[in-house]
């Protein structure tokens, strides 16, 4: 095995942003012309984050071969550029399940089945499994939660016996703490973090590196004291002040020298990084010279993670354009015939995200009659497809009562209906068209000009799907059929003639956007608003 592996985890609090330390360093490693793959490992008792709420854990990140994994994974592929799979994630729960299973086929045979070695040796495979199928240079896993809570003990122990079968010189720890600033006493505190490298050790892992992320910049005694207590060499000590933008956390981690401390341990000759348009990318979130405002109509709209791919893909289209995008987070059950005027009028744009249910939808198809009607350039995401669709059912072809079966199954005018092989599904979790499935693209539409090819790979997550049944009175009405599924023939994209930007997909395009490639979806949507202006 020729694949070096990097374990990040983290103490002292959760939520330190753990999977951007992991992330920075997969691209920088990435600019050293490695070959960088990258894992996550929840010790949850979910299966996946599939059906948990959005408001506990921000968005589900969907990769091209259908798994609903961690958000984290879309930092990972936004980062590093590459492609995850159903093996870049794994849970506590998915490994109890398979255990489960085994156990009634027989397989162990009347064994006892334990933490120590069945769950162990189970998410040592998980690491395996990945680094056969990717054979990366760097293979890098991170572990959810923080060090000392209970249900992440087997993974450390599964680390600590995985570093001696690999051999340690092929494994390096990052450890990832925060650093507290008390505004009483005046200064940085270090003794968490000294506690949660303890802990590590206790459990017979030892650090290469510690990352401290801070507010106020660590002085040398200070970082030297850590070192001390941690068994580490002073340069292998590294800062993460709160950065202005996410996408400068790799630059702030290279002027530290991260790269080199890895690369050097590992014995890896590499060229140096090249971060040239990374640092443009950066120079161009932080120093815009335009801005545009964009509403986002959702219900989930307290926790930004619900909606963080999207967040993203808006900065990536910014970027390209040197513009901010200031987000104006609308909640959908505010916006009613009397307030919509007051909370629309003033945006460049409107963005209709996905999303599941009753709650709020009255208020996003207002707002899509807000953006057709007042010309405001909209882009409609998989459920704000379903509601541009709805909305152009009911005013346009004037069919009153039109709606989704997903929240209405006795509407005369079910547009948006189940799939057919979807009707028999009782499960929760994995059931839905998930992944990605080729899109045709219609020539002279907006949506063709902005891909610029005949056909796309999008990455979907639904159950319910424009109603085939009623698309030739759509269009005979002027709506524009601009993408299909070439298999299935189901309506991916719709969009209007006589219109800035009126652009609907049943995909996530915000699961494809980069920062080094905005997606063409959000790029036209951006562009379109700020000629709004
Ligand atoms: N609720 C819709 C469906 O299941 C849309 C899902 C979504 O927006 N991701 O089809």
């Not at 120590?116 to 040592?124: L, S, W």
């Not at 990945?130 to 896993?141: E, L, Q, R, S, T």
């Not at 600033?181 to 505190?189: D, I, N």
């Not at 459920?383 to 541009?388: A, L, N, P, Q």
Request: proline share 5%; aromatic share 8%.
């Amino acid at each position: 095995m020729n694949t070096r592996i990097i374990f990040v985890t983290g103490g002292v609090a959760s939520a330190l942003g753990k999977g951007i330390v992991a992330s920075s360093l997969g691209r920088l490693l990435k600019s050293r012309g490695l070959k960088v793959s990258m894992q996550k490992m929840d010790p949850y008792l979910n299966m996946d984050p599939g059906t948990m709420n959005p408001y506990q854990h921000g968005e589900v990140f969907v990769t091209a071969d259908g798994a609903e994994t961690d958000l984290d994974l879309g930092h990972y592929e936004r980062f590093i550029d590459e492609p995850l799979s159903q093996l870049s994630t794994i849970t506590t729960g998915r490994i109890m399940w398979d255990l489960f299973e085994k156990q009634r086929q027989g397989d162990f045979n009347g064994e006892t089945i334990q933490i120590v070695p069945h769950v162990t040796n189970r998410i040592k495979q998980a690491i395996f499994d990945n680094i056969h199928a990717n054979g990366a240079d760097i293979h890098i896993v991170e572990i959810g939660g923080t060090v000392g809570d209970i249900e992440g003990q087997p993974y450390l122990e599964a680390l600590r016996q995985f570093q001696w079968e690999v051999g340690r010189e092929n494994c390096f720890f990052v450890h990832l703490t925060l650093v507290p600033y008390l505004e009483a006493a005046g200064e940085a505190k270090t003794k968490p973090t000294q506690h949660s490298v303890n802990t590590l050790q206790g459990m017979g892992i030892q650090p290469d590196i510690v990352v401290c992320r801070t507010s106020h910049s660590l002085s040398p005694e200070q970082k030297q004291k850590i070192a001390n207590f941690c068994n580490l060499k002073l340069s292998h000590v590294l800062e993460s002040p709160d950065a202005e933008t996410i996408y400068e956390v790799p630059l702030i981690l290279h002027q530290q020298g991260i790269d080199d401390i890895v690369t050097e341990t590992f014995s890896i000759q590499t060229p140096p990084a090249d971060l040239s348009n990374w640092k443009q990318i950066v120079q161009n979130i932080k120093e815009p010279v335009k801005e545009v405002n964009i509403a986002l109509v959702g219900k989930y709209i307290e926790l930004h993670d619900a909606y963080l791919s999207i967040v993203e893909s808006l900065t990536h289209a910014g970027a390209a354009y040197q513009s901010k995008v200031n987000i104006h987070w609308v909640q959908a059950e505010d916006v009613t015939p009397e307030t919509a005027e007051d909370m629309l009028a003033a945006m460049d744009g409107i963005l209709l995200p996905g999303g599941f249910g009753k709650r709020g939808i009255e208020g996003k198809i207002l707002a899509a009659q807000f953006a057709r009607t007042h010309k405001v350039p909209l882009l409609g995401i998989c459920y704000g497809m379903h509601m541009v669709v709805i909305e152009f059912a009911r005013n346009v072809l004037g069919w009153k009562d039109a709606n989704t079966s997903e929240v209405d199954e006795q509407t005369t005018h079910p547009v948006i209906d189940l799939m057919a092989d979807q009707n028999n599904i009782t499960q929760m979790g994995g059931t839905m068209r998930l992944g990605q499935y080729p899109c045709k693209l219609e020539p002279g539409t907006k949506t063709y000009a902005a891909y610029g090819e005949p056909e796309v790979m999008e990455r979907h997550r639904h159950r319910y799907e424009f109603n085939n049944k009623y698309r030739q009175d759509f269009i005979d009405a002027g709506m524009v059929i601009a993408g299909v599924n070439p298999q299935r023939d189901l309506v991916e994209i719709v969009e209007l003639k006589d219109h800035p930007w009126f652009v609907a997909g049943q995909f996530h395009p915000e699961f494809l956007s980069r920062p080094n490639r905005p997606h063409p979806l959000f790029a036209g949507f951006i562009d379109a608003a700020l000629k709004q202006r």
